[in-house]
């Protein structure tokens, strides 16, 4: 079991900042890897960035969007900059664990409550 906890979501201007913080905690040894979804009214949830031993970002945040780990903290960062109103949605953490369990491989995602991140003037 993995229990996820984000905050820094809010409001921000055009071109402002945010950086979003997802803490895990439970089985953290099973964690493959983690990354940062977002869902906007009206739209399929995302995927915006991942990070395993590499990092991945969807193309629309690519030079904006940073993902980050903190292992000793067991905690994941989404630095956003040059924020834009298409950046809006709620935003939700996930980890994909994988684990061993009677000699058979079990994957599951687990996810964060969710964030509201508002991009507006």
């Known amino acids: 079991q993995v229990q996820l906890v984000e905050s820094g979501g809010g409001l921000v201007q055009p071109g402002g900042s945010l950086t979003l913080s997802c803490a895990a905690s439970?089985?953290?040894?099973?964690?493959?890897?983690m990354g940062w979804y977002r869902q906007a009214p009206g739209k399929q949830r995302e995927l915006v960035a991942a990070?395993?031993?590499?990092?991945n970002y969807a193309n629309s945040v690519k030079g904006r969007f940073t993902i980050s780990r903190d292992n000793g903290k067991n905690t994941v960062y989404l630095q956003m900059n040059s924020l834009k109103a298409d950046d809006t949605a709620v935003y939700f953490c996930?980890?994909?664990?994988?684990?061993?369990?009677?000699?058979?491989?079990?994957?599951?995602?687990?996810w964060g409550q969710g964030t509201q991140v508002t991009v507006s003037s």
């Open positions: 996930n980890a994909h664990t994988r684990a061993l369990s009677n000699g058979n491989l079990v994957q599951y995602d687990y």
């Open positions: 439970g089985s953290i040894f099973t964690i493959n890897a």
């Open positions: 990070i395993t031993s590499s990092t």
